[in-house]
């Protein structure tokens, strides 16, 4: 750890205190401030801000271990502040000069308030930082000369952080199951599901999953430049001379293929979290519905008794005076009144059996009508499609746009097998293992030949 030997003992104790929730919102308070100011705050202003701050609002703070009785008599905001400067998550620079006493924060404490502003923030999402700093540092690679190693470890070290990130998200889905189960009122469920998962998850954290405009907008030029630039001898060669023989060929190759194989991850997290998703509103509709008949269903009632005999004290005389008025076994109740509506009886199986229908015995003719061929197109349709694709010698070579429709794919097809026959004006040549394929249709790479041109 690189300050391990500069934060003090006492730098901990905010973990330990009963007032930590105050202090860490009056770091977060100053730090703002402190970022605004240019990094410089006197003590007045730190007093004068935390007392506008936490004049707004009612606290109530807890004597600390180290505090004396006249620290406690002390403003809230002075007492914040004092209590801050002794276990140094702040410090005082005095400037004598001006005679002005500054308050700084330290490098290690910096580190540990941006981690709780990481936590509170709402701000734009790592995942689209991440992304974007991807995107840019490799589009820099591909088209700026000076370009060097050191981007692209960076590209390597933003596709280590959005998995990373994406990963943290995937396991913070898991805390939405558990709330399911704890809301007992259709209303109270619909609004947590409202209000918190779709509100502040899907549409501030987990908005990839449903957007185009985070990932995938990226993802293809990224991909496309890696595999470019896999491909591209010279640009390996000139990027390997910029950093005068501090790097090889191969460690180039290895960091584009872990940027690669990073995004390839990337996907299949994108595909599991889009997978929970589906998992938690599927289980929220069921627990929605549950509630919602819970007391018209003969399921539902029958949950909701168990429920009740289970909280109760004296469980054995609850379920003694159950069994007086109903039978669990059975589902009905000792009364007139059932609490399912019986189903009829099921036929026989055999009854249900229809006679099979007797067929005639088709005649010769009759089996002959049935199996005539009966062509979509004419001789005349299939030579025309194919004189609209002959060259300068007379041939038809299959490319890409000679099918471009359902229609044109059969005329191939029956143009190879009018090919075949003798009266045919063409002949046919394959070309065995050759297939074109057009985006929509995959088909044999053939030339029609026509006859007499030979």
């Known amino acids: 750890m690189e300050y391990q030997y500069e934060i003090p003992d006492s730098f901990y104790s905010l973990f330990r205190s ?17 970022e605004y100011q ?40 002075n007492r914040i502040l004092n209590w801050l400067l002794k276990s140094q998550w702040l410090k005082k620079l005095e400037d004598y000069y001006a005679q002005v006493t500054n308050i700084i924060i330290p490098d290690y404490a910096a580190i540990f308030i941006e981690a709780f502003e990481k936590l509170t923030s709402e701000d734009m999402d790592d995942t689209e930082i991440y992304i974007q700093n991807v995107y840019a540092i490799l589009f820099s ?26 990963q943290d998200m995937l396991h913070n889905m898991d805390k939405f199951f558990s709330s399911l189960l704890e809301k007992d009122f259709y209303g109270d469920l619909l609004k947590d599901h409202l209000e918190g998962y779709v509100e502040e998850i899907i549409r501030k954290k987990y908005h990839i999953l449903k957007t185009s ?8 030029d990224i991909k496309q430049w890696l595999r470019e630039m896999q491909n591209d001898y ?57 509630l919602l ?38 589902f009905e109740t000792l009364t007139e009144k059932s609490l399912y509506r019986k189903r009829a009886p099921r036929k026989n199986f055999i009854e249900n059996l229809q006679p099979e229908e007797e067929h005639e015995e088709l005649s010769k003719e009759e089996i002959l009508r049935l199996n005539q061929i009966h062509r979509r197109y004419s001789k005349r349709q299939i030579e025309e499609f194919l004189e609209m694709h002959v060259d300068m010698d007379g041939n038809v070579k299959v490319n890409e746009n000679t099918v471009k429709s359902d229609e044109d ?34 088909y044999p790479k053939l030339t029609f030949i026509k006859k007499g041109t030979i």
Not at 213 to 220: A, E, H, L, P, R
Request: aromatic letters at 8%; one cysteine or more; a negative charge.
């Open 18 to 34: 009963p007032n930590r929730d105050t202090y860490i919102e009056a770091l977060l308070i100053i730090n703002e401030e402190y």
């Open 38 to 77: 240019s990094y410089f705050l006197s003590r007045e202003a730190c007093v004068r801000i935390l007392s506008e701050y936490f004049s707004q609002k009612k606290i109530r703070m807890e004597r600390e271990e180290n505090e004396t009785e006249l620290d406690i008599l002390e403003t809230p905001a």
């Open 141 to 166: 690679l591909k088209n700026d000369g000076r370009a060097n190693m050191g981007l692209l470890k960076t590209a390597l070290v933003n596709t280590r952080k959005l998995n990373k990130s994406l």
């Open 213 to 220: 405009d985070n990932f995938y907008i990226y993802k293809t």
């Open 234 to 290: 010279d640009w390996i060669m000139a990027m390997k001379n910029r950093e005068q023989g501090n790097v090889t060929e191969q460690e180039i190759i290895e960091t584009l293929e872990r940027i690669d194989h990073g995004f390839d991850d990337i996907e299949r997290r994108i595909a599991n979290m889009d997978k929970e998703h589906m998992k938690y509103v599927k289980a929220t509709v069921v627990r929605l519905n549950y």
């Open 293 to 330: 008949d819970g007391e018209d269903s003969m399921k539902g009632m029958i949950i909701q008794l168990l429920n009740e005999i289970a909280s109760h004290e004296q469980q054995e005389t609850m379920l003694a005076q159950t069994a007086q008025h109903m039978n669990l076994a059975n």
């Open 409 to 442: 794919f059969e005329k191939l097809i029956l143009a190879y097998d009018y090919a075949g026959k003798k009266n045919s004006r063409f002949m046919v040549n394959v070309k065995e293992e050759e297939v074109v394929d057009n985006g929509t249709y995959v």
